[in-house]
């Protein structure tokens, strides 16, 4: 489900839920800034528990509750939207997450969000962002994750440019370095790899240019440590510190013997690949530096959380982007939402959705739901809705954006109950949502500015009593014949709309 509204919270967290590792940060918020309390992290290598059917294993579940149970302690009795959880591409990958989520959640007591590889590229370079200097200019961001790898093109606070390869420190040690042993035809193997992910996109980033290039995880930030040990640098990665570590690498030959300084004891066996992929990296957009930044996924998510607290709300943003693409009536938008909202007022206890993710929900589905209209008016419900399924829309959660697309796709016609089912008790509440959104938008049928009377509403479990003043449908048969339509479709779901 979205997340709450905005409030203000003196604490606040963000929890990490990598491929490689969770990371946890604790923070005060204070006039807009954050003030880190406590960082955690731990190596769970959630990617290396998927198989082939790709299931994350029991083992791998276990590892990361294991962690999870010592991040709760932490942020135990924090109120709901002070905590942000993010997935990333393990859990994306993972087609049994939903166990792995329900399990987190329970001890965690915070909802859990799958977020997408875009996202994760935008979250990061807010983190990076609000980490290093303020220079003028572009900067690159590169993230080497356990199972993906984030790039962004991005001028102060702006990303320009996001990206996110199939290609990780994890994945790639599970696919060419498994038993522990470095050659050079498998080294050579990962590293052309990554060079064949990256030629997708290194053109689209070269276009852009950059002045600076700046490193955010856990492996580069190995990378420039161990070529520092070498001599080679002052924490930076280079070309020359790049050779010669490879070189190192390939003499050693087994990662157990890999004890660099940089290169912590839980890193060794997952260095080779991140070391190849930072290495291809290099070679694509012929890089001669790259500095390391502190921050990144979990800052960013936390400076995220403390501009939806303070009414900058990415989501915003994106939802008016969205509706300036697809030329929305943006004054036939606004009163269907103005209607949708006020219905929900009127039984917001008989539906129990006294939720804020109920009325974002809803406030967002009533400003979309017509942007299916600029492809075609033939099923144009279904149009809007995977638009909004399989757009990149900056700031929402995978959840986010299925039961918003849902919304879309039953706001006329036939309501596909089925789909509402799979999202278990909540795809109830989806479900009354829905009828909602349908009842503000046969009653704004008419466009333009047409008084409206006040109607009253009232819900049952299964049912909803609609009133209005005596005789106006009467004389305006077009709105009666539009809910006695309406009744019809509703009887389909079982659902009883009465109309008085």
């Not at 942020?75 to 002070?82: E, M, S, T, V």
């Not at 591409?89 to 329900?102: M, P, V």
């Not at 400076?303 to 303070?310: S, W």
């Not at 819900?459 to 539009?482: K, R, V």
């Given at each position: 489900m979205p997340q709450a509204a905005p409030k203000s919270f003196s604490l606040i967290a963000a929890i990490d839920l990598g491929s490689n590792s969770f990371h946890m940060v604790l923070a005060k918020a204070e006039h807009g800034e954050v003030r880190i309390l406590e960082r955690l992290g731990e190596k769970v290598q959630l990617a290396a528990g998927i198989d082939e059917e790709r299931l994350l294993s029991e083992e791998a579940m276990l590892r990361g509750l294991d962690c999870l149970s010592r991040f709760a302690q932490l942020i135990q009795?924090?109120?709901?939207?002070?905590?942000?959880?993010?997935?990333?591409?393990?859990?994306r990958e993972a087609r049994n997450r939903a166990e792995f989520i329900r399990r987190a959640e329970a001890l965690l007591g915070h909802q859990v969000e799958v977020i997408s590889g875009r996202e994760e590229a935008r979250l990061i370079y807010l983190g990076v962002s609000h980490s290093i200097a303020d220079t003028p200019g572009k900067r690159l961001v590169a993230d080497i994750g356990g199972g993906s790898t984030e790039f962004i093109v991005g001028q102060r606070f702006e990303p320009l440019l996001r990206e996110s390869l199939q290609m990780g420190c994890v994945s790639?040690?599970?696919?060419y370095f498994k038993d522990g042993k470095i050659t050079a035809a498998r080294y050579a193997q990962a590293y052309t790899a990554a060079r064949l992910e990256l030629m997708t996109i290194e053109q689209g980033l070269q276009r852009l240019g950059w002045q600076e290039a700046v490193g955010a995880s856990g492996t580069l930030r190995a990378v420039g440590l161990a070529i520092k040990a070498g001599g080679l640098g002052n924490g930076e990665i280079n070309p020359e510190g790049l050779a010669w570590l490879k070189r190192k690498l390939l003499k050693l030959g087994e990662v157990d013997k890999l004890d660099l300084d940089g290169i912590k004891p839980d890193r060794r066996q997952i260095f080779p690949a991140g070391l190849a992929i930072a290495e291809a990296i290099f070679d694509a957009l012929d890089l001669q530096r790259m500095d390391h930044s502190e921050g990144a996924l979990r800052e960013g998510v936390l400076y995220d959380l403390l501009g939806r607290h303070h009414h900058e709300d990415v989501r915003e943003r994106t939802l008016s982007a969205l509706m300036e693409r697809y030329h929305v009536d943006l004054q036939q938008a606004a009163r269907v939402e103005a209607k949708a909202l006020s219905a929900l007022e009127q039984v917001t206890t008989a539906w129990?959705?006294?939720?804020?993710?109920?009325?974002?929900?809803?406030?967002?589905?009533?400003?979309?739901?017509?942007?299916?209209?600029?492809?075609?008016?033939?099923?144009?419900?279904?149009h809007g809705a995977y638009l909004i399924e399989h757009s990149d829309l900056p700031g929402f959660s995978r959840q986010d954006q299925l039961m918003l697309a849902l919304l879309?796709?039953?706001?006329?016609r036939n309501i596909p109950k089925d789909r509402f089912a799979e999202f278990g008790?909540?795809?109830i509440k989806l479900l009354r949502l829905c009828v909602l959104l349908r009842f503000a938008i046969l009653f704004h049928h008419i466009r333009g500015a047409q008084e409206m009377p006040k109607v009253q509403l009232e819900g049952g479990p299964q049912s909803l009593d609609l009133t209005f003043p005596a005789g106006w449908l009467e004389l305006n048969p077009l709105t009666q014949a539009d809910f006695a339509q309406e009744a019809e479709w509703l009887k389909r779901i079982g659902f009883t709309l009465t109309i008085r």
């Amino acid at each position: 489900m979205p997340q709450a509204a905005p409030k203000s919270f003196s604490l606040i967290a963000a929890i990490d839920l990598g491929s490689n590792s969770f990371h946890m940060v604790l923070a005060k918020a204070e006039h807009g800034e954050v003030r880190i309390l406590e960082r955690l992290g731990e190596k769970v290598q959630l990617a290396a528990g998927i198989d082939e059917e790709r299931l994350l294993s029991e083992e791998a579940m276990l590892r990361g509750l294991d962690c999870l149970s010592r991040f709760a302690q932490l942020i135990q009795g924090l109120p709901q939207g002070a905590v942000r959880i993010v997935g990333t591409n393990a859990l994306r990958e993972a087609r049994n997450r939903a166990e792995f989520i329900r399990r987190a959640e329970a001890l965690l007591g915070h909802q859990v969000e799958v977020i997408s590889g875009r996202e994760e590229a935008r979250l990061i370079y807010l983190g990076v962002s609000h980490s290093i200097a303020d220079t003028p200019g572009k900067r690159l961001v590169a993230d080497i994750g356990g199972g993906s790898t984030e790039f962004i093109v991005g001028q102060r606070f702006e990303p320009l440019l996001r990206e996110s390869l199939q290609m990780g420190c994890v994945s790639f040690t599970q696919r060419y370095f498994k038993d522990g042993k470095i050659t050079a035809a498998r080294y050579a193997q990962a590293y052309t790899a990554a060079r064949l992910e990256l030629m997708t996109i290194e053109q689209g980033l070269q276009r852009l240019g950059w002045q600076e290039a700046v490193g955010a995880s856990g492996t580069l930030r190995a990378v420039g440590l161990a070529i520092k040990a070498g001599g080679l640098g002052n924490g930076e990665i280079n070309p020359e510190g790049l050779a010669w570590l490879k070189r190192k690498l390939l003499k050693l030959g087994e990662v157990d013997k890999l004890d660099l300084d940089g290169i912590k004891p839980d890193r060794r066996q997952i260095f080779p690949a991140g070391l190849a992929i930072a290495e291809a990296i290099f070679d694509a957009l012929d890089l001669q530096r790259m500095d390391h930044s502190e921050g990144a996924l979990r800052e960013g998510v936390l400076y995220d959380l403390l501009g939806r607290h303070h009414h900058e709300d990415v989501r915003e943003r994106t939802l008016s982007a969205l509706m300036e693409r697809y030329h929305v009536d943006l004054q036939q938008a606004a009163r269907v939402e103005a209607k949708a909202l006020s219905a929900l007022e009127q039984v917001t206890t008989a539906w129990q959705l006294d939720d804020d993710w109920h009325r974002d929900l809803l406030q967002w589905a009533s400003r979309v739901h017509e942007i299916g209209l600029d492809i075609a008016h033939y099923q144009y419900h279904k149009h809007g809705a995977y638009l909004i399924e399989h757009s990149d829309l900056p700031g929402f959660s995978r959840q986010d954006q299925l039961m918003l697309a849902l919304l879309v796709r039953g706001h006329r016609r036939n309501i596909p109950k089925d789909r509402f089912a799979e999202f278990g008790e909540e795809g109830i509440k989806l479900l009354r949502l829905c009828v909602l959104l349908r009842f503000a938008i046969l009653f704004h049928h008419i466009r333009g500015a047409q008084e409206m009377p006040k109607v009253q509403l009232e819900g049952g479990p299964q049912s909803l009593d609609l009133t209005f003043p005596a005789g106006w449908l009467e004389l305006n048969p077009l709105t009666q014949a539009d809910f006695a339509q309406e009744a019809e479709w509703l009887k389909r779901i079982g659902f009883t709309l009465t109309i008085r």
